[in-house]
């Protein structure tokens, strides 16, 4: 048989062990295929001479499809870690399948002995991944010392590896990273100090609170809920051209402010920034900020209000409902209407309003 008809017998389950565990050692390159499904049947053959034979393969060092290399050691299974710490200490074949397999049993065990391969510029990758599958914060040298890297792509893997650890004791090299001068490294080192950084950290995740990293930024600054960075939420607000963004960033000035309701904002200066909060207490259903907006000076946002306790429905709003029915816009007027017949209250005097839009909400049936 051939390389194609091997391969095709093997994932019919028409050869024994003994005939796996022969093909599985087969490196030339024409039956590479063949080779591959020998190892994947084997992976699913939980015996000893199968587990051996897989750690041939390790040993030599085979040029094999990382889908098929990853089946040979099932994530988190730790029998194989002194079978591939014995490999990497001895084998003088390419280690890279070693230092691979040992990531994905996440053991601690393998850290060290992994950390001190990661300066060989043929295994650098395999290392820093292996490094950031395990978890480990001892990991944390070989991997802050991976964010200097000549090559962009290790010291984004490498930031990349961090986040996952999550340790705060990074926070350095991430704000080194984010002058990185790769874009995909900024944006990965944004997204590990947003994770990780503390008070210190708040000016850097302020800077790229507008831009292609804003919404990582954002949540940054959330989790750090400091009152200085009101200004530039307000003024994130003002400017951010999508919906979410304006949305987090909303979040995120209500969380620096400690809790404190909206209407209490000492910085809501613009009024743009007034409209964004309505839409905000609406969606994160906040009756009392919305029932102060109805007395704003700008008429969108009283009409925003006032629309927004229709859809709480709740009997708090209903008498400054009744109070926004006297107000001089006709479309606050009208929003109010609608909004107390949500309410279940009676609105038939509205319907003698001069103005047609607001008749017309009194007397039309609700939807």
């Given at each position: 048989?051939?390389?194609?008809?091997l391969?095709?017998?093997?994932?019919?389950?028409?050869?024994?062990?003994?005939?796996l565990?022969?093909?599985?050692a087969?490196?030339?390159?024409?039956w590479?295929?063949?080779?591959?499904?020998a190892?994947?049947?084997?992976?699913?053959?939980?015996s000893?001479?199968?587990?051996?034979?897989?750690?041939?393969?390790?040993?030599r060092?085979d040029?094999?499809?990382?889908?098929?290399?990853?089946?040979i050691?099932?994530?988190?299974?730790?029998?194989f870690v002194?079978p591939?710490?014995?490999i990497?200490?001895?084998?003088?074949?390419?280690?890279?399948?070693?230092?691979?397999?040992?990531?994905?049993?996440?053991?601690?065990?393998?850290?060290?002995?992994i950390?001190?391969?990661?300066?060989?510029p043929?295994?650098?990758y395999?290392?820093?991944?292996a490094?950031?599958?395990?978890g480990s914060?001892a990991?944390?040298p070989a991997l802050?010392?991976a964010?200097r890297h000549?090559?962009?792509?290790?010291?984004l893997?490498?930031?990349?590896?961090?986040?996952?650890?999550?340790?705060?004791?990074?926070?350095k090299?991430?704000?080194?990273a984010?002058d990185?001068?790769?874009?995909?490294?900024?944006?990965?080192?944004i997204?590990?100090?947003?994770d990780i950084?503390?008070p210190?950290?708040l000016?850097?995740?302020l800077?790229?609170?507008e831009g292609?990293?804003?919404?990582?930024?954002?949540?940054?600054?959330?989790?750090?809920a400091?009152?200085?960075?009101a200004?530039?939420?307000?003024y994130?607000?003002y400017?951010a051209?999508?919906?979410?963004t304006?949305?987090?960033a909303a979040?995120?000035?209500e969380?620096s402010?400690?809790?404190a309701?909206?209407?209490?904002?000492?910085?809501?200066?613009?009024?743009?920034v007034?409209?964004?909060?309505?839409w905000?207490?609406?969606?994160?259903?906040?009756?009392?900020g919305l029932?102060?907006s109805l007395?704003?000076?700008?008429e969108?946002?009283?009409?925003?209000?006032?629309?927004?306790?229709?859809?709480?429905a709740?009997?708090?709003?209903v008498?400054?409902?009744?109070?926004a029915?006297?107000d001089?816009?006709a479309?606050v007027?009208?929003a109010?209407?609608t909004a107390l017949?949500?309410?279940?209250e009676d609105?038939q005097?509205?319907?003698d309003?001069p103005?047609?839009?607001?008749?017309?909400?009194a007397?039309?049936r609700?939807?």
């Amino acid at each position: 048989m051939d390389n194609s008809e091997l391969a095709a017998a093997i994932d019919r389950g028409e050869l024994s062990l003994s005939e796996l565990i022969e093909v599985s050692a087969r490196t030339s390159p024409i039956w590479r295929g063949a080779q591959v499904s020998a190892v994947m049947e084997l992976a699913r053959t939980n015996s000893p001479q199968a587990h051996d034979a897989l750690l041939d393969v390790v040993r030599r060092g085979d040029l094999l499809p990382t889908y098929a290399i990853r089946t040979i050691v099932p994530r988190g299974d730790k029998r194989f870690v002194h079978p591939l710490l014995e490999i990497l200490s001895t084998s003088t074949n390419s280690l890279a399948n070693a230092v691979f397999l040992l990531g994905e049993t996440q053991s601690e065990a393998a850290v060290q002995p992994i950390a001190d391969l990661i300066h060989d510029p043929a295994l650098v990758y395999e290392c820093v991944v292996a490094l950031g599958k395990i978890g480990s914060p001892a990991a944390l040298p070989a991997l802050i010392d991976a964010t200097r890297h000549d090559q962009y792509q290790v010291r984004l893997l490498a930031v990349r590896a961090l986040r996952r650890i999550g340790d705060s004791r990074a926070t350095k090299a991430a704000m080194a990273a984010t002058d990185d001068v790769e874009p995909v490294v900024r944006a990965a080192a944004i997204r590990l100090l947003a994770d990780i950084g503390g008070p210190e950290t708040l000016g850097r995740l302020l800077a790229f609170a507008e831009g292609p990293e804003c919404r990582a930024a954002l949540a940054g600054i959330e989790r750090l809920a400091d009152p200085r960075s009101a200004r530039t939420l307000q003024y994130v607000i003002y400017v951010a051209a999508d919906r979410r963004t304006r949305y987090l960033a909303a979040r995120a000035l209500e969380r620096s402010m400690h809790g404190a309701p909206v209407w209490n904002w000492q910085y809501l200066d613009y009024v743009y920034v007034r409209r964004v909060a309505v839409w905000f207490w609406r969606f994160e259903k906040h009756p009392d900020g919305l029932i102060r907006s109805l007395k704003d000076p700008d008429e969108l946002v009283r009409m925003h209000a006032a629309a927004g306790l229709g859809h709480m429905a709740t009997s708090e709003a209903v008498a400054p409902l009744r109070s926004a029915l006297l107000d001089p816009a006709a479309r606050v007027r009208a929003a109010a209407v609608t909004a107390l017949r949500r309410i279940g209250e009676d609105v038939q005097s509205m319907r003698d309003d001069p103005h047609p839009s607001v008749r017309a909400a009194a007397g039309n049936r609700q939807r």
